[in-house]
């Protein structure tokens, strides 16, 4: 399942991970207070006893850790990935590398971080078994634990899928998707709700293509011909009348970093910048790239560069 986090569009996706139920988790932890979370794999030997269990290291990317960042996860353990060279999928360990390297480069403009850690949480001590109170007879404790074990049987029966459907509708409910983020990954989509609370910097991030973001410019050969408009998969894009002129905008939170737009432009008239502003993505608002007069119909070159 390697394709499902590096697949700019997650047009591959898998039931192993559900990103929802990920952070749905993380948060079920911070609001108790707890901040590590202990992820392991289907194959480790103590997979039973981690918050969350996957059948391979290699579905996590920089989004999803920097989402469960911004839930008060402090420190994530990542057992299993000595395995990986004895697992019939064997690209775990080499797929986690290179995604811990992308979260590195994001973390640079961020100011809340996790701290990835390849190792077990140390085991909470466990307290001390409390004497019995005398009187209590053996009929009376079994009927406490008749009444008790359905409770806790209860709780815990909320399965990894019931944990995700209650963080969709919680997430949903904080910021409804616009008509611009509904065609977002949802990693991308879940990074954007985040992004306000992970405290983004100006300290640029460099455009890297493992990285699903991006950052683009204009130069003074578009003719607002609109085939980068069409190109584009999420919308990022968008050619507006203003008076005899067509402006061209960019939605810095909506661009996947996929580069379509460059490649088909027909005048090489796009270009991508080396840097990438989190905070420009954080405002969710479009930017003018360029303004070109338009003639009954028929653009001409344009005259002013919008920076």
């Known amino acids: 399942m390697a394709c499902t986090s590096v697949c700019p569009v997650h047009a591959v996706t898998g039931s192993e991970i559900d990103p929802y139920a990920i952070v749905g988790k993380a948060r079920q932890l911070g609001r108790q207070g707890n901040t590590r979370l202990h992820v392991a794999c289907s194959a480790s030997a ?5 918050d ?8 996590w990317d920089a989004f999803l850790l920097a989402s469960i960042a911004a839930e008060g996860i402090r420190d994530m353990h990542i057992t299993g990935i000595d395995r990986c060279g004895t697992c019939p999928r064997r690209y775990g360990s080499d797929i ?3 995604t811990e390297n992308d979260y590195k480069t994001l973390n640079m403009a961020l100011e809340v971080r996790l701290n990835i850690r390849h190792d077990a949480p140390p085991e909470v001590p466990r307290p001390e078994p409390k004497e019995e109170r005398p009187g209590l007879s053996e009929p009376s404790r079994r009927a406490f634990f008749r009444n008790i074990i359905p409770s806790i049987a209860q709780g815990m029966a909320m399965t990894a899928a019931q944990i995700g459907q209650a963080a969709r509708e919680e997430l949903a409910e904080e910021a409804p998707p616009n008509e611009k983020e ?3 990954p ?7 709700k985040a992004l306000p609370r992970l405290k983004p910097n100006f300290t640029p991030v460099p455009d890297l293509p493992s990285l699903p973001m991006g950052a683009i410019q204009a130069n003074d050969s578009c003719t607002a ?10 919308q990022a894009l968008s050619l507006k ?3 005899a002129n067509a402006v061209l905008e960019f939605r810095p939170d909506a661009c996947i970093g996929c580069r379509q737009c460059i490649e088909r432009c027909p005048e090489d008239a796009l270009e991508a910048l080396p840097g990438i502003s989190l905070p ?8 003018p790239l360029i303004m070109v007069p338009v003639k009954n119909g028929a653009s001409t070159p344009p005259q002013q560069s919008i920076s």
């Open 52 to 59: 969350i269990e996957v059948a391979c290291h290699g579905v």
């Open 182 to 184: 509904s065609t977002l």
């Open 241 to 243: 009348p203003f008076g």
């Open 186 to 192: 949802l990693r991308h989509r879940l990074f954007l």
């Open 225 to 234: 011909c609109n085939e980068c408009v069409e190109q584009c998969p999420t």
């Open 280 to 287: 420009a993505i954080a405002a969710q608002r479009s930017r």
């Open 96 to 98: 986690f590398s290179g």
């Open 46 to 50: 103590d997979a039973e006893q981690a």
